[in-house]
T-cell receptor
Framework: AQTVTQSQPEMSVQEAETVTLSCTYDTSESDYYLFWYKQPPSRQMILVIRQEAYKQQNATENRFSVNFQKAAKSFSLKISDSQLGDAAMYFCAYGRVRGGNKLVFGAGTILRVKS | GAVVSQHPSWVICKSGTSVKIECRSLDFQATTMFWYRQFPKQSLMLMATSNEGSKATYEQGVEKDKFLINHASLTLSTLTVTSAHPEDSSFYIC???????????FGSGTRLTVV
């Protein structure tokens, strides 16, 4: 079975600084997706970034980028120029979109942004 | 993009009554719907997977007779909490695999309080 581990229950970052959230996963499959979701106080799940396992190039979405190390099964999220609106719970997730397979979530990391 | 509309957003009910939560896919056909439960500051716990026209698959430890799931059409999946008790109070979220490579789409969640 696949597992996702987020070892940082809480992180803090100063506004405009950079922070990295860690995620490791375990799977025997070769074809999969990895996701970072943001859950603000409204509790709406928002997709931050997605990485296809077969792509070696790390995904980037504006201030958000990932460091995907497939061999190490590591998938960290870097947030640059942190903003107050980035404060939320962040979940790392593993899944296979095709075939409708379920997502496996990590425990989450609460990110606090200090002004 | 793909949208899943979840209602109600919040509900308060008396102990012993039943509550129905609806998730509708507005601009795509959701053949599969995942139902999650989330406690404060915790991760999403998968409760069950529903597939249109067939019986839902429940995760280990989830009472199928308490959490009735119906997926009668390609655009509607419902979760009914039967004979609700205070310990059923939680945040419930539905999610469907989106179209193509759009990933997973989440409903906005339902906060259930049983008094």
């Amino acid at each position: 079975a696949q597992t996702v581990t987020q070892s940082q229950p809480e992180m803090s970052v100063q506004e405009a600084e950079t922070v990295t959230l860690s995620c490791t996963y375990d799977t025997s499959e070769s074809d999969y997706y990895l996701f970072w979701y943001k859950q603000p106080p409204s509790r709406q799940m928002i997709l931050v970034i997605r990485q296809e396992a077969y792509k070696q190039q790390n995904a980037t979405e504006n201030r958000f980028s990932v460091n995907f190390q497939k061999a190490a099964k590591s998938f960290s999220l870097k947030i640059s120029d942190s903003q107050l609106g980035d404060a939320a719970m962040y979940f790392c997730a593993y899944g296979r979109v095709r075939g409708g397979n379920k997502l496996v979530f990590g425990a989450g990391t609460i990110l606090r942004v200090k002004s | 993009g793909a949208v899943v509309s979840q209602h109600p957003s919040w509900v308060i009910c008396k102990s012993g009554t039943s509550v129905k939560i609806e998730c509708r896919s507005l601009d795509f056909q959701a053949t599969t719907m995942f139902w999650y439960r989330q406690f404060p500051k915790q991760s999403l716990m998968l409760m069950a997977t529903s597939n249109e026209g067939s019986k839902a698959t429940y995760e280990q430890g989830v009472e199928k007779d308490k959490f009735l799931i119906n997926h009668a059409s390609l655009t509607l999946s419902t979760l009914t909490v039967t004979s609700a008790h205070p310990e059923d109070s939680s945040f419930y979220i539905c999610s469907a695999p989106g179209r193509g490579d759009y990933g997973y789409t989440f409903g906005s969640g339902t906060r259930l309080t049983v008094v």
